[in-house]
């Protein structure tokens, strides 16, 4: 989404858009290492991933994704002095809600210790490889479309990325499962590194508008 919202947010740098994108998944490893929220390992839970998400209100429940979501809005809005930019930034971060909606068995509150959700289209391989890749697919061709490399840093740098996120990606359901909880949000911390990867990329991309 952070890549196709780039049609829409020509001033936003891409590290601001794909902060927002991961927005919630930023938030959940810091809020497991203090042991906020649980996520626990079970093979099985769906095909697409090993991972049972036991609790996770404060950054997975729609009622929360909508404050954090109007926070980060605000930022965008005094940092980029653009009220449209920061229009597209907090409703990043809400799409990624509903995205998990699709692909999450029942698991996401509405609010925190409200009723939870999800269509579960991690249930199905296929499926989830075919949406998923599709909006992938889309939001590098709108990028590419909105955006030229002024060098081959905004070249290769983002060759980089989408090759790597894809892997990671492409990976998961063949992956072995993680050792433990602190394992997945010390890898989770990691993710910190796109939006600055991203904003990287753009520095070197101009707008073809």
């Given at each position: 989404m952070a890549l196709a919202a780039k049609k829409m947010a020509h001033r936003a740098s891409l590290?601001?858009?794909?902060?927002?994108?991961?927005?919630?998944?930023?938030?959940?490893p810091v809020l497991l290492l203090a042991g906020v929220e649980r996520v626990a390992i079970d093979p099985g839970n769906t095909v697409f991933t090993p991972l049972d998400f036991e609790s996770y209100p404060w950054s997975h429940s729609l009622l929360m994704v909508i404050i954090w979501a109007a926070l980060l809005a605000l930022v965008?809005?005094?940092?980029?002095?653009?009220?449209?930019?920061?229009?597209?930034?907090?409703?990043?971060?809400?799409?990624?809600?509903?995205?998990?909606?699709?692909?999450?068995?029942?698991?996401?509150?509405?609010?925190?210790?409200?009723?939870?959700?999800g269509l579960g289209l991690w249930n199905s391989l296929v499926g989830t490889l075919v949406v998923e890749g599709a909006l992938f697919a889309i939001g590098i061709v709108m990028y590419q479309t909105a955006t030229r490399a002024t060098d081959h840093v905004g070249t290769w740098a983002f060759v980089g990325l989408i090759g790597l996120t894809g892997a990671i990606w492409l990976s998961g359901p063949w992956s072995a499962p993680p050792p433990g909880a602190s394992a997945i949000a010390v890898v989770g911390l990691a993710m910190w590194l796109f939006p600055a990867w991203a904003a990287w990329i753009d520095r070197h991309r101009s707008s073809r508008q």
């Open positions: 590290g601001w858009l794909v902060a927002a994108s991961f927005g919630i998944d930023l938030l959940w965008a809005w005094r940092r980029l002095q653009d009220k449209a930019d920061a229009l597209v930034v907090g409703g990043l971060v809400v799409s990624h809600w509903f995205l998990d909606w699709v692909t999450h068995r029942p698991d996401l509150p509405l609010w925190p210790s409200g009723p939870v959700t």
